[in-house]
Each structure stands twice: as C-alpha cells, then as structure tokens.
C-alpha cells in the first residue's frame, strides 16, 4: 500500500492569504488527486494531478484559484489561492493503488481554517 | 455528470445488523466502494465490489451490487460500538465520486 504525507496536517489562515500543501507518495505513480471535504460534508474531487502535463479541474474549480504543481511522479503541491473562510475544509492527497481493485489511498488530509 | 448518492444516517442498537444504502448513475463505474471515517481521522477503504459481481462477502461485511438499479449496500453483522462512524460510498468511473457519507450511530 502506498504511504502519503501531507503538510501542513493543519493551519490557521488569514483572509486573502495563500497556503500551499505538499504532498509526498512512497512509490511513483502517474495520478495523483486532490480532494475536498468541507465541513460535514463529503468529498469533492478538485483535480487530477499527471506528471509533465496541466492538471485536469472538475467543474467549479479553476486553475486561478488552486493551482497545483507535479514536479514529478513522488511529489504534488496544491495552492489554496487568495482565501476565504469557505476555503476552511479539509484538504485531501489521494493515489490509486495500482491494485486491481483499483481502490483509492488517501493521506491524513490538511485541515485549513480560514479567519 | 456522476452522481452518488446516500441516506444520511442510521441509528441500530448494538449486536443488530447495520445496512448503509448507496445509489449511483454512470453505468459505466468499473467499480464500488466503501470507506470508513472515523471523527477526525482520514478514509479508510473497507471493501470494494468489482461491477461484474453481485456480492462479496468479508467477514463480518457483506456487500450487495444490484447493477440493474445502480443500488449498492453495506450490511455490517453484529454492529459494534466501534462501528460507529461516517461510510462513504464511492464509484470508478476512472476518478473516484464520493457519496455524502451515512452516519452510522451504534446504541449500546
């Protein structure tokens, strides 16, 4: 099973201000995920991180807001950009297996608040 | 696009069986999931269904694919205090989409 550490594992944030996470994997994979889960709620997939090419963004994320980077196949950041308090959520990390299941591994998740 | 979706809580006295529902739209979801969220802590996967199959058991968890009506369950045997916990149920369809989350509130 794949290990993924994420940083910060949590902060306090002022308004306006940007936050980046790191994300770092044991094992080299091509996708990596990024997730949201705000308050109560559950996950949003915000975009899909592949080596050497732009991130894919699901509707109602913009590249402006969080952009992401994936230097290479270890390693992905994620920018919260320009935030708000309902940026406070937390912030998920994910990789497939690459078991047949196909099954998702998710890191520990940063958890942002934002006064 | 995907759509999941799931009743938002549950509430079963300790020892009785707990069934989570979970309907989804893309017919297309290669496969099907349930994870496990405890109150502050991350997703863990507990079990997952691959489309072709109408069931799978593992122990005390069964889980129950009618692909049909796009419905998939959980049934937890013999529910347990520590069962208590958010379930998430999630469908392949090359990305993974997420369910709500169903509390499950276990009554000693």
């Known amino acids: 099973s794949a290990v993924i550490s994420q940083k910060p594992s949590r902060d306090i944030c002022q308004r306006g201000t940007s936050l980046t996470i790191q994300c770092q994997v044991d094992s080299q994979v091509t996708m990596m995920f990024w997730y949201r889960q705000q308050p109560g709620q559950s996950l949003t997939l915000i975009a899909t991180?592949?080596?050497?090419?732009?991130?894919?963004?699901e509707s109602g994320f913009v590249i402006d807001k969080f952009p992401i980077s994936r230097p290479n196949l270890t390693f992905s950041t994620l920018t919260v950009s320009n935030m708000s308090p309902e940026d406070s959520s937390i912030y998920l990390c994910s990789v497939f297996s690459g078991r047949m299941g196909g099954e998702l591994f998710f890191g520990e998740g940063s958890r942002l608040t934002v006064l | 696009g995907e759509d999941v979706e799931q009743s938002l809580f549950l509430s079963v006295r300790e020892g009785d069986s707990s069934v989570i529902n979970c309907t989804y739209t893309d017919s297309s979801s290669t496969y099907l999931y349930w994870y496990k969220q405890e109150p502050g802590a991350g997703l863990q996967l507990l079990t997952y269904?691959?489309?072709?199959?109408d069931m799978k058991q593992d122990q005390r968890l069964t889980v129950l694919l009618n692909k049909k009506d796009k419905h998939l369950s959980l049934r937890i045997a013999d529910t347990q205090t520590g069962d208590s916990a958010i379930y998430f149920c999630a469908s392949n369809t090359g990305k993974l989409i997420f369910g709500q989350g169903t509390t499950l509130q276990v009554k000693p």
């Open positions: 269904i691959f489309s072709n199959m």
């Open positions: 991180a592949n080596q050497g090419s732009e991130a894919t963004y």
